[in-house]
C-alpha cells in the first residue's frame, strides 16, 4: 500500500475553472508536504513547501492546505489556464526519507 | 545560470552494458540527488549526497552506484544494466538540509533490453 496516495488520478477540466487536488499520507513523522508541478518529458518544479506548523501556502494562483491531523493536504488551482496542464505530485519529507506520490495528471480544455 | 543538466537525454541499453549518468549544476548547491521514476509510481530516491566526496543510499540503491567527486557534479553508475533498471531517471540539487526545495534536472530516459 502506497504511503502518500493522491486523488483522482486524472482530470480533465475547462479552462477558467477551479480544481482541487488531493494528497492522503500514512508516513510518519514528518518535516514537510510538498507540491510538485511536473510537464510532460520536463523534472518537477517546486510548487509551495509546508512544515508541520504550516496549514496553508499559496504560489500565485496555487494554494495548498495542509491538515496534520488527519493527514491530509489539497493543492488548489484558481482560473485554471491551458498551462496548468501537467502531473501534480505530492511528496512527504522526513529526514532522508522522501515519499512521492504517483500524481495526479491534469488536463485542462480550452 | 543552467540550474540542474544531465547528460545524456536518451540510452538504450543491452542487458549486461554498463554506463555513467552525468548529473551537474552551477548553483553550488551542496546537496544532490537521484531519483528514478517508473510509471504508475512515485520518484524513488536512489542516492544521494551531502556534500562533495560523500554519499548515501536512499529507497532504491541496489544496482547503482555513486560518486561525487567534485561539488557540481554527481554520477550515476550502472555496473550491469537489467530490463528492471528501465526507467526515467532525475537528478536534483539543494542547499543544505534535507528539507530544502530541491530543483530537478530534465531527466535521462534509460531503456533497458
Known amino acids: 500500500k502506497n504511503q502518500v496516495e493522491q486523488s483522482p488520478q486524472s482530470l480533465i477540466i475547462l479552462e477558467g475553472k477551479n480544481c482541487t487536488l488531493q494528497?492522503?499520507?500514512?508516513?510518519?513523522?514528518?518535516?514537510?508536504l510538498r507540491w510538485y508541478k511536473q510537464d510532460t518529458g520536463r523534472g518537477p518544479v517546486s510548487l509551495t513547501i509546508m512544515t508541520f506548523s504550516e496549514n496553508t501556502k499559496s504560489n500565485g494562483r496555487y494554494t495548498a492546505t495542509l491538515d496534520a491531523d488527519t493527514k491530509q493536504s489539497s493543492l488548489h488551482i484558481t482560473a485554471s489556464q491551458l498551462s496548468d496542464s501537467a502531473s501534480y505530485i505530492c511528496?512527504?519529507?522526513?529526514?532522508?526519507?522522501?515519499?512521492f506520490g504517483p500524481g495526479t495528471r491534469l488536463s485542462v480544455l480550452p | 545560470n543552467a540550474g540542474v543538466t544531465q547528460t545524456p537525454k536518451f540510452r538504450v541499453l543491452k542487458t549486461g552494458q554498463s554506463m555513467t549518468l552525468l548529473c551537474a549544476q552551477d548553483m553550488n548547491h551542496e546537496y544532490m540527488y537521484w531519483y528514478r521514476q517508473d510509471p504508475g509510481m512515485g520518484l524513488r530516491l536512489i542516492h544521494y549526497?551531502?556534500?562533495?566526496?560523500?554519499?548515501a543510499k536512499g529507497e532504491v540503491p541496489d544496482g547503482y552506484n555513486v560518486s561525487r567527486l567534485k561539488k557540481q557534479n554527481f554520477l550515476l553508475g550502472l555496473e550491469s544494466a537489467a530490463p528492471s533498471q528501465t526507467s526515467v531517471y532525475f537528478c536534483?540539487?539543494?542547499?543544505?538540509?534535507?528539507?530544502?526545495?530541491?530543483?530537478f534536472g530534465p531527466g535521462t530516459r534509460l531503456t533497458v533490453t
Open positions: 549526497s551531502v556534500g562533495e566526496g560523500t554519499t
Open positions: 511528496l512527504h519529507n522526513y529526514g532522508q526519507n522522501f515519499v
Open positions: 494528497c492522503n499520507y500514512t508516513v510518519s513523522p514528518f518535516s514537510n
Open positions: 536534483a540539487s539543494s542547499r543544505p538540509g534535507l528539507s530544502s526545495e530541491q530543483y
